[in-house]
């Protein structure tokens, strides 16, 4: 059997008497009516024992995902499928499995005769996978899992079936809903065997040209055989009748012939004759009819009547050849004398009846029109797209659930139409359990009536038949079917068509931020890809916590090339940038061990306008703290007279006192501390009266004095800042998770944000082609929709920032805002962003939000919760629709954290390549051979035991002594730890700490408080030589501690000083 297979394939089929018989109309009708091709059961499958499925003969893909999808649309993609597997060395192969957990579709191809390459096939199959069926996703399959998970359940079951026939859909839901029809799916057959263990296997193997058209024609000729037999006309008749003539007639005649002639022929004859006629006819009549004239009178009267039936048959050869020769010689005379006379009468009477009859052979008639409305269309289909060789198994490990599977297969995939080929199923003993024949067709020698097997789609050659049925690929969409409904094991997602041809530039400038993404489908050769020139338009990046807004960001950041700052307000997720870029600096806000942070924000830049710069603070602060009535005038009155204090002058924003204000160690530009002086004085200067003074006193000074104390006093209440303008060439990342403080976290932002725009626009003017970015997380901190309960002043201040995103475009600044609650940013921001990208959203007026600003439609909105982690919604500016887009991954954003010491290391280095700026005066104090990690380890190791010196200086000016002697112990052995660790450096320690009390702890208008006499940080060291003389217990205020002259004047500086620290 294997050979004649071969053959099969090898185009070697011997064609014999059977295949040449002549057609027995009457063997045919009993063959197709009784039944003659029983159904039987199946012993047992040829073996061929070389033919073994692995992955060097095979491929095989398991379907995960799948688009959700009515039921003719996924039939018709699948169709389209098959229709490419025409390669004849390949069978295509689906196979169904039910598990207790759900069901498994693998398709896959397997080699036939080795004449075939494997891998061209297998990514054949992909790719029409792939661009067919909308949104699937497949799993290659290895070795281990095809036997684990095809060929293993088929060896573990116990019962087979071989389905044949030819299924169908129904006719009403055809006409209802364009075959749509969820009945006749996988997903009823998966429902009904919930929990079960079974499995169907599907082999199609393609049919060659020649055998389709070879069939083609045998149905055509067929149907020729077949018509004359559909109809017979039978016909009867009788015809009588009666006539009479009487006439008389004289003639004479006279005459003489002599001819002479000669002739000669020769014929030569040979002939074959072979007929059969049948025929039967009956026929009937009566006439009759009556005539008279001048002459005669005539009358008839006839009956007639006839049957007749005969059957000639006659078979005849003849051969022969004559020759003849004559001559002959005539002569004629001739005379004619003609005499007579006539007289007749005539009379003829005639009847004449004829009856017809017609029978059809109902049999005939019925599969003749079978053939020509159902069989011919579906091989014409088939002939066109595809024509198969289908072997259907079906298994199960138990009986019962192997009689299931037989009822729910027959049921669901045979429609309501009448055929002579409907969906049976013949049982399927295996002797020898081989479950690598399945995947082969398998031929039988039989004797069934040919004409019979190919009304029923059969295939048959040479008196074998095939174990198989002829199906299109149409009808092996129906088998081979895909779920429109989920079923455990597959996963159906909704897509939604977006555009797939953005507007890319070709500018070498441009960078790539993904991949387009077709119907679920990513197309790897089809690039997303944004123009760095045009990220100064800014950038507006959305999604819910987890859909990847972070990891688009970090692409964006490192793909553009650009020096970049992200102010991080919580979290800590770009610290996993290290990895891809060492350069990376990282500032950890309010969190001095690690990493410390300077800003004044009443720093100016060079050539920045003081009044401006003044509207901003104010704006900054009505943004983030609440304010009603008069407060943000009575902020920026103390702000003004802060300025005007240090030698300002807010029309021509110069100065008085000093020639180059920006080069003066920040002595120039007034604290947070000396503002807030300043608005005492404003507040009471207004006589708002007792009440209403403590309460702005208790709103606004009490909530400002906060940002003096502590880590936010060291980073706020400085006299100097952090050069911003190197900031700019560097990659920062800004993180305020350790500002707990919501109000605080928003304030930072806009200053930050204040301050960097302030100096692109400086950079403009130096460098105009310049580019930066700035990366704003979670923007509605600071830049939130002013609701109708807001006072006007937060209104001010939000509608500033809003603003400043359309200013810093033209200084080469890009913003990319990053938020997951679009609806809840000011409408500006949506407005004055060019590009958009939008990750999953489900709240739905966050997505009516974003999705009316890029002229989504409704579907593609109510699509945006569908979004898988790290698919993106893309639009800018002129394009003409919205793409859908896998954003790049360029690390795991749940990658191993990055170790702080990194970032305390790299704060070292930071902070020491600036010392002159961030701490001059203690910079003044070490010479050049101090190291980075010396100069910070006594910042460390300083600031502590300055909170010493104030804990034991406020204790001392106290009556009740608690802690003092605890402290002072302590204060004794830090002093002594931090002079055996610099008692070595050239440095005096006692001038070390108090330089560095200066840089850390400014004090308002500290040079207006203090006595002339000594420089500032002498009366400091006064203090500190109270450890050196063990006076460490007595009282301060004494007169001899400092001295009988000098001692009040030395305690009056202190207590100027210090009274009021706490901490620094």
Request: proline fraction near 3%; charged fraction near 25%.
């Amino acid at each position: 059997m294997i050979g004649f297979m071969d053959s099969l394939l090898k185009e070697k089929v011997v064609i014999d008497e059977y295949s040449k018989s002549i057609f027995d109309i009457n063997a045919f009708k009993d063959a197709v009516f009784l039944n003659k091709k029983e159904i039987k059961q199946i012993d047992s499958l040829s073996a061929d024992e070389n033919f073994e499925i692995n992955n060097m003969n095979s491929r095989f893909f398991r379907i995960t995902e799948l688009s959700a999808q009515e039921q003719f649309i996924l039939r018709q993609d699948l169709e389209n499928v098959i229709a490419s597997m025409n390669n004849v060395h390949f069978n295509w192969v689906y196979y169904l499995s039910g598990t207790e957990t759900g069901i498994e579709i693998y398709i896959g191809t397997v080699l036939l005769l080795d004449q075939g390459d494997v891998f061209n096939q297998k990514k054949l199959l992909e790719s029409q996978l792939l661009g067919n069926i909308s949104g699937i996703l497949l799993e290659d399959v290895s070795s281990k899992n095809l036997q684990d998970h095809i060929l293993s359940p088929l060896n573990n079951s116990q019962h087979f079936g071989l389905l044949t026939g030819v299924p169908s859909l129904t006719i009403d839901q055809q006409a209802q809903s364009k075959g749509s029809n969820i009945n006749q799916g996988i997903d009823r057959l998966a429902r009904s065997l919930t929990g079960e263990t079974w499995q169907l296997l599907l082999v199609a193997q393609p049919a060659k040209l020649h055998e389709i058209n070879q069939t083609i024609e045998e149905f055509l000729n067929l149907s020729s055989d077949l018509h004359p037999g559909i109809k017979k006309s039978i016909q009867s008749g009788t015809n009588t009748g009666t006539s009479l003539t009487e006439g008389s007639s004289t003639s004479i005649s006279h005459g003489l012939t002599d001819q002479t002639g000669s002739n000669k022929s020769r014929t030569k004859q040979h002939g074959l004759n072979d007929s059969i006629t049948n025929q039967t006819s009956e026929s009937g009549g009566e006439s009759s009819s009556n005539s008279k004239n001048n002459s005669s009178t005539s009358t008839s009267d006839s009956k007639n009547k006839g049957w007749t039936k005969g059957e000639s048959k006659t078979n005849g050869t003849s051969s022969g050849t004559s020759d003849s020769s004559g001559t002959s010689e005539s002569k004629s005379v001739s005379k004619s004398d003609t005499k007579g006379s006539s007289n007749s009468s005539s009379r003829s009477e005639g009847k004449n009846t004829t009856e017809s009859r017609e029978f059809i052979d109902k049999k005939i008639e019925r599969i003749e029109k079978y053939i020509t409305e159902k069989q011919l269309p579906r091989f014409e289909l088939g002939r066109s797209k595809g024509l198969f060789k289908t072997a259907i198994y079906l298994s199960a490990y138990n009986k019962r659930t192997y009689e299931s599977l037989v009822l729910a297969v027959r049921s669901t995939f045979q429609g309501n139409q009448s055929v002579f080929s409907p969906l049976q199923v013949q049982k399927l003993h295996m002797k020898k359990k081989d479950i690598n024949q399945l995947f082969k067709i398998h031929w039988e020698k039989n004797d069934i009536n040919k004409d019979a097997l190919l009304l029923q789609s059969t295939p048959s050659a040479a008196r074998h038949v095939a174990l198989a049925t002829w199906l299109n690929a149409s009808e092996l969409s129906i088998l081979a079917g895909l779920p429109s409904r989920e079923v455990c094991g597959i996963r159906l997602r909704k897509n939604v068509d977006f555009a797939v041809n953005p507007l890319n530039s070709k500018d070498s400038a441009s960078f790539e931020l993904g991949r387009i993404i077709q119907n679920g489908r990513i197309l790897e050769k089809s690039k997303v890809l944004l123009d760095k020139k045009l990220l100064n338009q800014h950038i507006f990046i959305s999604g819910v916590t987890g859909a990847g807004k972070t990891t688009t960001c970090q692409q964006i950041l490192l793909q553009s090339k650009l020096p970049f700052l992200v102010i991080e307000p919580a979290k800590t997720e770009y610290r996993g940038l290290y990895e891809l870029d060492e350069d990376i600096q990282f500032y950890t806000l309010n969190n001095e061990q690690l990493s410390p942070f300077r800003i004044n924000p009443f720093e100016l830049l060079p050539n920045e306008q003081l009044v401006g710069h003044i509207d901003t603070l104010k704006a900054t602060f009505a943004a983030v703290f609440p304010m009603e009535a008069s407060m943000p005038y009575l902020i920026e009155e103390a702000i003004v007279r802060s300025y005007e204090s240090k030698g300002w002058d807010i029309h021509t924003s110069k100065n008085f006192l000093f020639e180059n204000p920006f080069n003066c160690q920040g002595q120039a530009f007034p604290i947070m501390s000396e503002m807030l002086e300043q608005l005492k004085i404003v507040i009471k200067s207004k006589g708002f009266g007792d009440d209403l003074q403590q309460k702005y006193e208790g709103s606004l000074i009490s909530r400002l004095d906060n940002l003096t104390i502590g880590s936010k006093g060291r980073m706020l209440n400085t006299r100097v800042s952090i050069d911003v303008s190197k900031l700019l060439d560097q990659k920062v990342v800004i993180e305020l998770d350790e500002l707990k403080d919501e109000q605080d976290k928003a304030l930072m932002m806009g200053l930050l944000i204040g301050r960097v725009a302030e100096a692109m626009k400086q950079r403009h003017y130096s460098d105009p082609t310049f580019q930066h970015l700035t990366l704003i997380e979670e923007a509605h901190r600071l830049l939130e929709k002013p609701q109708g309960h807001d006072d006007g002043a937060k209104k001010l201040g939000v509608s500033l920032f809003a603003n400043l995103l359309a200013e810093v475009r033209k200084y080469g600044e890009g913003l990319i805002i990053a938020d997951q609650i679009p609806n809840k940013l000011a409408p500006e921001v949506l407005k004055n962003t060019n590009t958009k990208i939008i990750h999953r959203l489900f709240a739905a007026d966050d997505r009516q939000a974003i999705g009316e600003t890029v002229g989504l439609t409704e579907e593609q909105i109510d699509f945006l919760p569908m979004l898988k982690a790290g698919e993106a919604v893309v639009y800018s500016a002129g394009w003409h629709e919205a793409v859908r887009t896998q954003v790049g991954q360029l690390h795991n954003t749940n990658s191993k954290p990055l170790d702080i010491q990194i970032i305390a290391s790299h704060s070292q280095r930071r902070i020491f390549s600036q010392r002159t700026q961030l701490y001059p005066r203690l910079s003044s104090v070490f010479d050049s051979e101090i190291t980075a990690e010396q100069f910070n380890q006594f910042i460390q190791e300083g600031s502590f035991v300055l909170n010493l010196w104030l804990k034991w200086y406020a204790l001392s000016q106290n009556e009740v002594q608690g802690h003092k002697l605890i402290i002072t112990q302590r204060l004794s052995k830090e002093m002594e730890k931090l002079n055996q660790v610099w008692g070595d450096s050239k440095s005096d320690i006692k001038l070390a700490l108090a330089q560095l009390f200066l840089d850390i702890a400014p004090i308002a208008y500290i040079e207006d408080k203090l006595p002339t006499k000594y420089p500032v940080e002498q009366y400091l060291i006064f203090l500190f030589g109270l450890y050196e003389h063990d006076q460490l217990n007595e009282k301060i205020t004494s007169d001899t501690i400092f001295g009988q002259d000098t001692g009040r004047l030395i305690a009056g500086a202190l207590q100027a000083m210090l009274q009021k620290l706490n901490s620094i």
